[in-house]
Structures are given as C-alpha cells and as structure tokens.
C-alpha cells in the first residue's frame, strides 16, 4: 500500500480525497490549524494533521500539494531536500524566479522528485513534442465566469457585476498571470515551463457571464506546424474557480503512484 501526503484540505483536496484509487491510503494531511479536529474525526487515527510536512517523522510515498502556491513556496524546497516526491498543483509559484531556483536547488541536493501536474488544461504532451522542432509562439487564454473570478485581483480591473459581454480583462506575460492571479492562472504557468518559458507565453484572461464553464485556449505555432487546442471544463461544485480536470489530475498521480 502506497500512502500520500496532502496538502490543502479545500475544494480540491476534498475531489482527491473521494476519489483515492485502491492501493493509495492518505496517511497525512499539511492543513490549517482550524481544519485539524475536522481531519481528526472523520478519518480518527488513520490520518494525521499535520502544520507543515516538517513536522511528518515517515518518509510518504508522495507529497500531493493541492493548497496554494504560498505551500509551494512555503513547504516546497524542504520536500524535495527530504529526497521526497513532490507533486504541485499550483505551478505558478515557480513564475517567482528566486523560489524556483531555492526549489531546484533542494531538488538537486535532496534527490526528490518534482512532478508537475497538468491541471485543468491537457495537451501538455504534445507541446513538449512540438518544442523539440522549435516553438515560435505560445498563447493561452482563460474564460470564465464572472463567479470563477470574484475575489481575484480582476476585481481591480473590471467590473464583475455589470458585465454583460465576454471581455478580456488583461492580457501579458504567464508569469505576470500566474503571480496577480494566484488561484486562477496556474496553467498559464504548466504551459509557460513546457514551453516558451514565463516572459513569452502571452496570456490573456476573460470573463464571460454566458458561461458556467472554465475554458481554456492553448494556440501553439513552431517547426512542426500549428494547434490550437479548447477544453471547456466544469468547475467544481464547491469551488468555480477550480476546474474538475485539475483536481483529476492529481487523482492520476495517485493512480500511477499505485501502479508502480
Ligand atoms: N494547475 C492547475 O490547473 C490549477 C491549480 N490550482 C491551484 O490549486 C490550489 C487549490 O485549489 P482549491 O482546493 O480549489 O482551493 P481552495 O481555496 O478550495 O483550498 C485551498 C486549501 O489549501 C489550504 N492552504 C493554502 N495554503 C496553505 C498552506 N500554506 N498550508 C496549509 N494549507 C494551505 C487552504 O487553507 C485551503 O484549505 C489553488 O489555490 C491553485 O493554486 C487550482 C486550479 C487549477
Ligand atoms: O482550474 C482552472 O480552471 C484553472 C485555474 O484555476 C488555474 O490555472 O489556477
């Protein structure tokens, strides 16, 4: 039996949790200090909160970060020196050059494993393809709705309520898109570090008030031609601006993770 450590105890944490394939146990969960008795007594002593992996005396066979990307940053680089694997959901932390590096590093040292997860985008593959013929340009856009946005830095950028067409409401770099929005534009980072990198992946966020969905665009131009990918996909329930797809990305981590 292989047994994980989760990070996060939110929406995506709770879509992992329900869907934990056999020959996975969760063994630990890094959560908030309120969220500890919560842990406490729907799993009793099969699994431990804890406040930081730190403080976790079993090596896990994986760390599935699915919190923020302050966990990467703050848990990160201590993972991986532990000569564990770590699995990160929130990518755009790594838009944050020092704290890449610090992550490489403890890498490197520690002899960890970083995966990156797809998220709620897919074609990752085929861009990793594409970049060994050479990639010209690389675009991303995110629509969704004016819900999926709210309480996000576009509440400085654009009305939110009185909307009332599809509008792009910002558009630059991955790396500007995945530092200013830190909960919803991690894919612009997934797709900027299989490809172009983070100051030339252009990205272009969108509210559209016609949708329920979260839909993402890649267009991708190179040596090997062109394509131009949409996944039109549904949030969760509990959380609009998270996709499913992402949180079933982090289910096929485990997935794999059992079949080894
Ligand atoms: N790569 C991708 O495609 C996607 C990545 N994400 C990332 O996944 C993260 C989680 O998404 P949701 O579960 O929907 O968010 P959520 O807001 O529902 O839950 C986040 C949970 O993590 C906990 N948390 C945050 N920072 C923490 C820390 N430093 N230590 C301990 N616990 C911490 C929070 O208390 C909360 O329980 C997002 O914040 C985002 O960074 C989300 C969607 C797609
Ligand atoms: O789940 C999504 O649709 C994308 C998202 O929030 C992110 O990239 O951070």
Same mark, same amino acid.
């Not at 200090?33 to 005396?57: D, K, M």
């Not at 079993?58 to 848990?75: G, I, K, T, W």
């Not at 861009?127 to 340009?137: C, D, I, P, T, W």
């Given at each position: 039996?292989?047994?994980?450590? #989760?990070?996060?105890?939110?929406?995506?944490?709770?879509?992992?949790?329900?869907?934990?394939?056999?020959?996975?146990?969760?063994?630990?969960?890094?959560?908030?200090?309120?969220?500890?008795?919560?842990?406490?007594?729907?799993?009793?002593?099969?699994?431990?909160? #804890? !406040?930081?992996?730190?403080?976790?005396?079993?090596?896990?066979?994986?760390?599935?970060?699915?919190?923020?990307?302050?966990?990467?940053?703050?848990?990160?680089?201590?993972? #991986?020196?532990?000569?564990?694997?770590?699995?990160?959901?929130?990518?755009?932390?790594?838009?944050?050059?020092?704290?890449?590096?610090?992550?490489?590093?403890?890498?490197?040292?520690?002899?960890? !494993?970083?995966?990156?997860?797809?998220?709620?985008?897919?074609?990752?593959?085929?861009?990793?393809?594409?970049?060994?013929?050479?990639?010209? !340009?690389?675009?991303?856009?995110?629509?969704?709705?004016?819900?999926?946005?709210?309480?996000?830095?576009?509440?400085?950028?654009?009305?939110?309520?009185?909307?009332?067409?599809?509008?792009?409401?910002?558009?630059?770099?991955?790396?500007?898109?995945? !530092?200013?929005?830190?909960?919803?534009?991690?894919?612009?980072?997934?797709?900027?570090?299989?490809?172009?990198?983070?100051?030339?992946?252009?990205?272009?966020?969108?509210?559209?008030?016609?949708?329920?969905?979260?839909?993402?665009? #890649?267009?991708?131009?190179?040596?090997?031609?062109?394509?131009?990918?949409?996944?039109?996909?549904?949030?969760?329930?509990?959380?609009?601006?998270?996709?499913?797809?992402?949180?079933?990305?982090?289910?096929?981590?485990?997935?794999?993770?059992?079949?080894?």
């Amino acid at each position: 039996m292989k047994k994980i450590m #989760l990070i996060g105890y939110g929406a995506m944490a709770q879509a992992v949790i329900e869907r934990l394939p056999a020959g996975v146990a969760l063994g630990w969960i890094v959560a908030r200090e309120p969220h500890h008795a919560h842990i406490r007594n729907r799993f009793g002593g099969r699994v431990t909160p #804890l !406040r930081s992996p730190q403080a976790c005396e079993a090596a896990p066979d994986l760390v599935l970060e699915c919190a923020s990307q302050q966990a990467v940053a703050e848990y990160g680089a201590d993972v #991986l020196a532990r000569g564990w694997h770590l699995a990160v959901i929130s990518t755009g932390a790594l838009a944050d050059a020092a704290l890449e590096q610090r992550i490489e590093a403890a890498r490197r040292k520690g002899g960890g !494993r970083l995966t990156l997860l797809s998220g709620a985008l897919a074609g990752m593959d085929g861009l990793a393809a594409a970049k060994e013929g050479g990639l010209e !340009r690389v675009t991303y856009r995110s629509r969704k709705s004016p819900a999926s946005w709210r309480g996000s830095y576009a509440e400085t950028l654009i009305d939110l309520g009185g909307v009332q067409d599809a509008q792009i409401f910002f558009e630059g770099s991955a790396r500007e898109a995945a !530092r200013l929005f830190p909960a919803n534009a991690n894919v612009a980072a997934t797709v900027a570090l299989g490809g172009v990198g983070m100051d030339d992946t252009r990205v272009q966020l969108m509210v559209d008030p016609q949708t329920k969905r979260n839909t993402h665009t #890649l267009h991708v131009e190179g040596g090997f031609g062109e394509f131009h990918l949409e996944l039109s996909g549904l949030p969760l329930a509990s959380n609009p601006k998270t996709s499913a797809l992402a949180a079933l990305s982090a289910v096929r981590a485990c997935r794999e993770l059992a079949q080894q």
